[in-house]
């Protein structure tokens, strides 16, 4: 694995290993969920009024 992980040119040589927890596991298994690719559908609606509400309300 270290062979993508190193820089050409690079003066020193680092890689790091991402190192998932419980929770981030449950969290991707959720983001490929039906429930989620729905609740994605209707987020734009949110975010649109936040952003008006946050642009011209202050």
Not at 23 to 35: C, D, G, N, P, T
């Amino acid at each position: 694995m270290k062979e993508g992980c190193y820089k050409e040119g690079a003066k020193s040589k680092t890689y790091s290993v991402t190192i998932k927890s419980g929770v981030h596991a449950k969290q991707m298994a959720f983001q490929e969920s039906e429930a989620f690719k729905e609740k994605g559908k209707e987020r734009y609606k949110i975010e649109a009024k936040n952003s008006e509400l946050k642009h011209r309300h202050g």
